[in-house]
């Protein structure tokens, strides 16, 4: 199993991190304001826990995403 972890940075705005949350980790919008907080204030949090494959998908689905919109936040993986 692999995590998911987001990282930050000081220019994608929060509003964002919690719309990529709730859209590509399935969060509720309290939930992804919890991670969104954490990933701020301690500079990297995990969105998730999931196979290789999912979890670099999913990693993949938010970097392009977020490029697309001009942002540049990033995820990496994390043997769990």
């Known amino acids: ?40 204030q301690r500079g990297v949090g995990v969105c998730g826990v999931f196979t290789y494959e999912i979890a670099e998908t999913k990693a993949t689905q938010v970097v392009d995403y977020a490029q697309k919109h001009n942002h540049p936040l990033q995820c990496t993986l994390e043997k769990d």
């Open 1 to 40: 199993m692999y995590k998911v972890l987001m990282l930050n940075d000081d220019y994608t705005p929060m509003d964002f991190v919690i719309h990529v949350l709730t859209r590509f980790f399935r969060m509720s919008s309290e939930q992804a304001t919890r991670v969104m907080l954490h990933v701020h």
